[in-house]
């Protein structure tokens, strides 16, 4: 585990420990932010006030023609139960998911410090959010940041079932992305057809389309 100075610099991704962490500290500027993420190193969480930066061993990515819409999914979409926009609420994703997340978990990596760097980064164009309504009512979202055709999911948030499932499958089908970057595996992401590939394989692909024009974000 290497500590960052002031300095905007972050250690090769093979020095990281075998969890994944790399480094601790530094900060949570934009310019820091994006020089992470397009190495393949992502913040996990702050405590005490220091941020602590991953680039795990095996990466949970999901290829958007890889997939998977269960027949229930598929009927529920043509309901037009739901309405899906895309950055129309950039903010309220964000504070809707640690919300959740404090809720289902007593606490949240998402601090005040976090939507406060997410935010500007929303300014500058470089984060989106998708958002699930049901009438004029928020029930889910997802937001990350966009990478060239490379969408690094961060959060994403359920206050009644499937709407989640409704944002992850919107940024897959609608926006033009080549891969997303779920980061670490959960059954859930599985069960929508994501799969774990090598830190290696990972920054490859990273590599291949970061300079891509980016996504479409509407």
């Known amino acids: 585990m290497i500590a960052l100075t002031q300095d905007l610099w972050f ?3 093979t020095q990281a420990e075998e969890d994944g962490l790399l480094a601790v500290g530094g900060d949570l500027s934009p310019a820091r932010l994006l020089l992470a ?10 405590h005490a006030g220091i941020i602590f930066w991953y680039s795990p061993p095996k990466r949970m990515v999901l290829f ?8 229930s999914m598929k009927r529920l979409m043509r309901s037009n139960k739901f309405r899906v926009t895309t950055n129309c609420a950039f903010e ?17 990596w998402i601090s ?3 939507i406060k760097a997410y935010c500007e980064l929303h300014r ?21 940041l966009s990478i060239g055709k490379i969408f690094c999911g961060e959060s994403m ?13 919107h940024v897959s089908t609608n926006c033009g992305y080549h891969l997303l970057d779920c980061q ?7 069960s929508m057809g994501a799969q774990n590939i090598s830190r290696q394989d990972y920054l490859m692909l990273l590599q291949q389309h970061i300079n891509e024009t980016g996504a479409t974000s509407t």
């Open 124 to 144: 500058m164009g470089m984060t989106h959010s998708t958002e699930v309504w049901e009438n004029e009512t928020l029930v889910g979202g997802i937001y990350g």
């Open 92 to 108: 309220s994703v964000i504070q809707m998911c640690a919300e959740v997340h404090t809720r289902n978990h007593s606490e949240t």
């Open 157 to 169: 948030f359920s206050i009644v079932p499937n709407a989640s499932k409704m944002a992850l499958i």
């Open 37 to 46: 993420y397009r190495s393949g190193i992502f913040p996990w969480f702050m």
């Open 184 to 190: 670490v595996e959960t059954n859930h992401l599985l």
């Open 64 to 71: 958007p023609e890889a997939l998977h819409i269960s027949r």
């Open 112 to 114: 005040e410090e976090f």
């Open 11 to 13: 250690p090769e991704v």
